[in-house]
């Protein structure tokens, strides 16, 4: 019988103190994310005001961020998998808060923009390693909790700039982006701290990288965290796979992507990737579209109040996919996102042409209900989604490849949410409408949902794989996904 491996010992040790430690100490990046975010939307309008921008150069101003959050996904996978899960995360923090007050010293539009993606950059290189931390740390039945948790950071991070812009102007007629940005950065500054003293390495990636004294360190210091003081802890000296005896300490970057785009996985690569792409094309481009939508719709709920709301819709969403989570299949819960989603976006477009067409005084009440449900649905839904898909690309790839395939998928995501914007401006062109942008947004759910109906890995409250051979038997077939893939291999 083969010996435990360290995530086996991370299931046996429960979810404690070892992984609220994870929280503070990478999911504090979520929270830095979402202040810098926020605020790099807020305060566009009042830099390209000071500098008189013209509209493409306030465009450019968006997705330079995106692009920047695409390199530092990339960046911050290969060096996750190189040197360690911890290194990108301090990493983020420590690019974060250095864009920030640098860009407090930008003299015109080549600099700002030279400076936003950096400030992307940063966005970027932590994500890839905080959701495999997420996977590699938690037990599987709380690695959907975590990522939620992690998630509600970003909604923090969110709110906290909103906050520092409501409290220098309401209006946002009149902003300081200077003095925002400096106080945008405190979250990064506070848990960059919390991170160098209480983030640990992954056990996991130790164990594979040949580290196995550290890894026992690892796991002794989670055991005496979660007070899982009955776990005796004896971490083998090498690998369980017996291919994988010999391989090096470490893979190199081109072996990392043999096995994200090898012959087994190189489907479940492509509909993650695409399933990434759908789920920024919504959210970003919900973010660029509804506001002008909705100011033309003249509803009898304020666009702000409607923006109000689908902000806080996004958290029952997330709790929404945790309780689900427990009961269905990955690929069912993600099926059930991408048709209800589809279904509130069609509604919304269906409504929203109506009353464009005749008016909100004479078109029937019930169809402002249908398209106020519409949005409520893709609002939460979404967020639904977001949680899902991002823990199942951090559970599907081996540990000596998972940081590296999760930034692939999520750098490939991120190509969504820079092509949204001009998709919406070119189809309003083409068509006339703003509303021809959630007929595309409906027809992209229904492509991905075809795509999921295939996959052939189920990872729900699976023991994390070491190696690429330790998935290799489910490529025989297609595991029926009702049932933990561990039991496709007979682990």
């Known amino acids: 019988?083969?010996?435990?491996?360290?995530?086996?010992?991370?299931?046996?040790?429960?979810?404690?103190c070892a992984q609220w430690k994870v929280l503070l100490g990478g999911g504090g990046s979520k929270v830095a994310d979402g202040s810098e975010l926020l605020l790099l939307s807020a305060i566009t309008m009042a830099i390209a005001g000071e500098w008189q921008l013209d509209n493409w150069?306030?465009?450019?101003?968006?997705?330079?961020?995106?692009?920047?959050?695409?390199?530092?996904?990339?960046?911050?996978?290969?060096?996750g998998d190189r040197y360690g899960r911890r290194l990108p995360i301090i990493l983020g923090y420590v690019f974060n808060i250095f864009f920030s007050v640098l860009s407090v010293r930008?003299?015109?539009?080549?600099?700002?923009?030279?400076?936003?993606?950096?400030?992307?950059?940063?966005?970027?290189?932590?994500?890839?390693?905080?959701?495999?931390?997420?996977?590699?740390?938690?037990?599987?039945?709380?690695?959907m909790h975590m990522n939620a948790w992690g998630q509600l950071a970003f909604v923090a991070g969110e709110f906290y700039s909103a906050f520092l812009v409501y409290l220098q102007d309401p209006m946002m007629n009149n902003l300081d982006w200077r003095w925002l940005t400096i106080l945008g950065c405190v979250p990064g500054v506070v848990f960059l701290v919390l991170a160098i003293f209480v983030l640990e390495e992954s056990p996991s990636y130790l164990a594979v990288n040949g580290r196995h004294a550290e890894a026992q360190v690892v796991l002794e210091s989670m055991r005496s965290d979660n007070n899982a003081l009955?776990?005796?802890?004896?971490?083998?000296?090498?690998?369980?796979?017996?291919?994988s005896a010999q391989r090096p300490p470490s893979i190199t970057v081109l072996e990392s992507l043999s096995i994200v785009f090898g012959r087994h996985m190189w489907f479940?690569?492509?509909?993650?990737?695409?399933?990434?792409?759908?789920?920024?094309?919504?959210?970003?481009?919900?973010?660029?579209?509804?506001?002008?939508?909705?100011?033309?719709?003249?509803?009898h709920i304020s666009p702000a109040g409607n923006l109000m709301l689908g902000a806080v819709s996004e958290v029952p969403g997330l709790l929404l996919a945790v309780v689900i989570s427990q009961y269905q299949s990955r690929r069912t819960t993600m099926l059930m996102y991408l048709l209800i989603v589809c279904a509130s976006t069609l509604a919304f477009s269906f409504a929203g042409a109506a009353i464009e067409n005749v008016g909100i005084d004479i078109v029937q009440p019930g169809m402002e209900s249908l398209l106020q449900c519409g949005l409520l649905g893709n609002k939460i839904f979404t967020s639904f989604g977001f949680l899902i898909v991002y823990v199942y690309a951090a559970e599907i790839y081996p540990t000596v490849a998972r940081s590296t395939g999760g930034a692939v998928c999520i750098a490939f995501g991120r190509l969504g949410s820079i092509a949204a914007p001009t998709v919406f401006e070119n189809l309003l062109v083409a068509t006339g409408s703003r509303l021809a942008f959630f007929s595309c947004s409906a027809a992209l759910c229904a492509v991905n949902a075809l795509l999921v109906m295939f996959l052939p890995y189920e990872t729900k409250g699976v023991v994390l794989k070491d190696f690429q051979d330790d998935q290799q038997t489910l490529a025989a077939k297609v595991p029926d996904t009702r049932q933990p893939y561990e039991s496709a291999v007979g682990a």
């Open 106 to 143: 930008a003299w015109g539009f080549a600099s700002i923009t030279v400076l936003r993606f950096g400030a992307g950059v940063a966005f970027g290189v932590s994500g890839p390693a905080f959701n495999s931390l997420c996977g590699e740390m938690v037990p599987s039945r709380y690695r």
């Open 230 to 243: 009955d776990v005796h802890i004896d971490l083998p000296q090498q690998s369980t796979s017996a291919s």
């Open 57 to 79: 150069q306030k465009g450019v101003l968006v997705s330079v961020v995106f692009f920047g959050v695409l390199v530092g996904n990339m960046f911050g996978g290969v060096v």
């Open 268 to 299: 479940t690569t492509l509909v993650v990737c695409v399933s990434i792409f759908t789920l920024n094309f919504l959210f970003y481009g919900g973010l660029y579209a509804i506001p002008q939508v909705l100011t033309d719709l003249k509803l």
């Open 1 to 16: 019988m083969s010996r435990p491996t360290a995530a086996d010992y991370v299931e046996r040790m429960g979810f404690g």
